[in-house]
């Protein structure tokens, strides 16, 4: 459980975290989304204790981090920056982080095989691809047998067989009832994992909900279907829970509400003869472009993003 | 990926955790293990050593070889056991003190400062042990060189007017002096390192305190050159192994003091950016 409450960080004039109020919850996996300078990175850093808050505050399991007794048993984290001497092996990182906490070698090899790192371990950590540091970083977040997981962009850098790695880790983590808390700036990374989303965008909290929440408030399923006789297919339709819109002398109508089959057979019930019926659902990604549209710190100028969100708009 | 716990315990519902605790002696075992998993520490300790012993000797064998040839240089004229002996004291302090800065700034260049103030992040104990972990051993390693560097030393300066034995009054004193002159360079070292989160910022104030400080003393005036130059750390340290002292400097006790003051200035910083600052 990551309780965090007014949360705020500030850099000389830059704010990068303002005002947060999120909880993390056990059990689930809860995505940090946000376009890259969001704010997730700082947070998490103030969740362990590394930054300090300006103000606001932040707990993990009812306590400030630094005041647990035993803190890797508490939180696991996997911070971006690299966090590892080069010089020192796999093996002697997570042995020296263990005796700080006293915890057995045992576990050291434990969480050496869990991360796969059983053929390099005795390898100075410095000669290790992006990859393998990502999987020492885990075996060092899952050390202390924590209660909250918390992982910063842990697919960067990984190969396919990686990036299931961690996904599996992640739901596997959750099941045994532990807090999973994971960032990342792509959505369909995120949607493959995480339940719960909590969304920043410029440090700003910009939305704390669910995956399919958020799919339904961003305009949820629609389908377009274009028909000679838009009156009569409007009444045809028309009923609670039905949305229909369209613009006036125009055949083609957006209808929400209703599945493309039930809107066909209607229309075939009406004999209404119709053009066009298209299912359109909105992506993941495109709701949360939508949300952090405004938030994005560095646009590119003429990428595909700012023509797809034109798109999006225009229809 | 079935489970991440040890193998699991007979009560599923209530899976018994293990009793983890951060404690000081842990955090101190945690700190010899890092030093000593380095090759870096391994290389530059190999360095002190070979400093002390070898520059003792030649300094020894240069005296001897001056008297046997009958030019005795200025320098060599008030020449002791101890004084050729502890000649390698200057360069070996260089390395101590770089090994020192290594130790605390060169987590902060690798980042592996991250690991370790997340798992101990009341963060103090991390420096103490640190200071703690590394003086001892620069202090061992030192005072072993020390030792050697005489014994040495003085069997090949024998039967020259610098001749003194172990029994000589003040020798083993001056010997031990400077053991731990080394040793707390090396403290020095990591409350420099740590203070300035920066290898090469470390390695340049160190060297600057104990060996250019000193030369730019003698532009000041002469009464404030007698005034100050005793209690720079370099002067000061030098009286705690100095085989005499005159009015100009402090006595071994008194220099001891003053070196250790130096010493808790460097700490005390080091101990207020740690808890105050970001990682």
Redesign the interface.
């Known amino acids: 459980m990551i309780d965090a409450q007014q949360l705020t960080k500030r850099y000389g004039e830059k704010t990068a975290v303002d005002g947060l109020d999120f909880a993390v919850r056990p059990g689930t996996v809860t995505g940090f989304l946000g376009p890259n300078g969001a704010g997730k990175s700082t947070t998490m850093?103030m969740i362990?204790?590394?930054?300090?808050p300006t103000s606001g505050s932040v707990t993990v399991n009812g306590r400030t981090?630094?005041r647990h007794?035993?803190?890797?048993?508490e939180v696991g984290?996997l911070?971006e920056?690299?966090?590892?001497?080069?010089?020192?092996?796999a093996y002697?990182?997570l042995?020296?982080?263990a005796?700080?906490?006293?915890?057995p070698r045992?576990?050291v090899d434990?969480v050496i095989e869990?991360a796969g790192l059983g053929s390099v371990a005795r390898k100075r950590a410095g000669a290790f691809s992006l990859g393998m540091g990502q999987r020492l970083g885990i075996a060092?977040a899952?050390l202390?047998?924590p209660q909250t997981v918390m992982l910063d962009e842990p697919v960067n850098g990984l190969d396919p067989e990686g990036v299931l790695?961690i996904r599996?880790?992640l739901t596997?983590?959750a099941d045994?009832g532990r807090t999973v808390f994971v960032s990342s700036h792509l959505m369909s990374e995120m949607a493959l994992v995480a339940d719960h989303l909590i969304i920043v965008g410029r440090g700003r909290l910009l939305a704390d909900t669910t995956v399919t929440d958020l799919v339904r408030e961003a305009g949820g399923d629609t389908v377009r279907v274009a028909t000679q006789e838009p009156a009569r297919l409007r009444e045809a339709l028309a009923g609670p829970g039905v949305g229909i819109t369209g613009r006036a002398g125009s055949e083609e109508l957006q209808v929400t509400g209703l599945s493309a089959r039930e809107i066909g057979l209607k229309a075939a019930e009406h004999g209404i003869a119709l053009f066009e019926l298209t299912a359109r659902t909105v992506s993941l990604e495109e709701a949360f472009m939508n949300l952090t549209r405004d938030a994005v710190e560095y646009h590119g100028s003429t990428t595909g993003i700012e023509t797809r969100v034109a798109e999006g708009s225009a229809a | 990926?079935?489970?991440?716990?040890?193998p699991v315990e007979a009560s599923p519902a209530t899976p018994a955790?293990?009793?983890?605790?951060?404690?000081g002696r842990?955090?101190l075992?945690?700190e010899w293990?890092?030093l000593w998993?380095?090759?870096?520490t391994w290389i530059t300790l190999g360095l002190g050593l070979l400093f002390l012993v070898a520059f003792g000797l030649i300094a020894a064998d240069h005296y001897k070889s001056g008297i046997g040839s009958g030019q005795q240089e200025r320098d060599f004229a008030t020449a002791t056991a101890v004084s050729l002996s502890l000649f390698g004291t200057n360069f070996a302090q260089l390395a101590l003190g770089v090994l020192g800065v290594l130790v605390t700034a060169?987590?902060y260049s690798?980042?592996?400062?991250?690991?370790?103030?997340?798992?101990?992040?009341?963060r103090l104990p991390v420096l103490w042990s640190k200071a703690a972990v590394f003086g001892l051993v620069a202090l061992v390693v030192a005072t072993l060189g020390v030792f050697v560097a005489f014994l040495s030393g003085s069997h090949i300066v024998s039967g020259t007017p610098a001749a003194m034995g172990l029994s000589h009054a003040g020798v083993v004193r001056s010997l031990l002096g400077a053991g731990l002159y080394l040793g707390l360079v090396g403290v020095i070292g990591t409350a420099l390192g740590a203070l300035l989160r920066s290898v090469a910022g470390g390695i340049s104030v160190l060297v600057a305190a104990l060996m250019l400080v000193p030369g730019l003393i003698s532009l000041l005036p002469s009464s404030w050159q007698d005034n100050i130059s005793p209690y720079l750390p370099s002067n000061a340290g030098e009286s705690m192994f100095a085989l005499t002292h005159d009015s100009t400097t402090l006595a071994p006790g008194a220099g001891l003091l003053v070196f250790l003051g130096w010493t808790v200035l460097a700490l005390a910083g080091a101990a207020y950016r740690l808890v105050r600052s970001?990682?």
């Open positions: 850093r362990v204790g590394l930054d300090a981090y630094a007794q035993a803190p890797l048993q984290a911070l920056a690299k966090s590892v001497h080069p010089g020192r092996s002697n990182h042995l020296a982080l005796l700080t906490h006293g915890i045992r576990r434990e869990l060092a899952l202390g047998d790695w599996n880790l596997a983590l045994e | 990926m079935s489970t991440l716990t040890a955790r293990p009793a983890y605790r951060v404690t842990r955090v075992a945690s293990a890092k998993s380095l090759r870096s060169g987590e690798t980042g592996m400062i991250r690991s370790t103030l997340t798992a101990v992040p009341r970001d990682v």
